[in-house]
């Protein structure tokens, strides 16, 4: 059976499911959204609203908490240019998205060949879980 292909211009967000988030919840929110505000400039409202809308929204922040420590220190202490900065998100974001090498090959580049030695090291401290 062929896989459905859809453009994402056809996508749409899912309904708000809380109106309201836990005041513990928007803490750990806006943690992450400083930790990775350099990389992934989605606004305070945006990171809010797409946890409204999530069905598991504990579940979605614990994988972004994971992304942003697996994502400081490997840029701690590191002389990156704004585009290695992001080649280093995107590939943190893809591992824990499930993708494979090729996919993120562009990215991989753009990254010192010593940086890769120590990615694997911390993404498997902190575990890749879908």
């Excluded at 928007?26 to 989605?42: K, N, Q």
């Excluded at 400081?72 to 080649?87: E, H, I, K, N, Y």
């Excluded at 995107?90 to 591992?95: P, Q, S």
Aim: net charge negative; with cysteine; charged share 25%.
């Amino acid at each position: 059976m062929k896989p459905t292909t859809r453009n994402l211009t056809d996508l749409r967000p899912g309904p708000i499911r809380r109106t309201q988030l836990p005041a513990e919840l928007v803490l750990r929110i806006d943690t992450v959204r400083a930790t990775l505000a350099e990389v992934c400039t989605l606004s305070e409202a945006q990171w809010r609203d797409a946890f409204q809308r999530d069905a598991n929204p504990e579940h979605e922040i614990k994988w972004w908490e994971r992304v942003a420590r697996c994502y400081t220190p490997l840029v701690s202490g590191r002389t990156f240019s704004p585009d290695q900065r992001q080649a280093a998100f995107n590939v943190i974001f893809g591992l824990f998205s499930g993708r494979e090498a090729p996919q993120m090959e562009d990215d991989m580049a753009k990254l010192p060949e010593s940086v890769m030695d120590d990615l694997a090291v911390i993404v498997q401290q902190f575990g890749i879980v879908h």
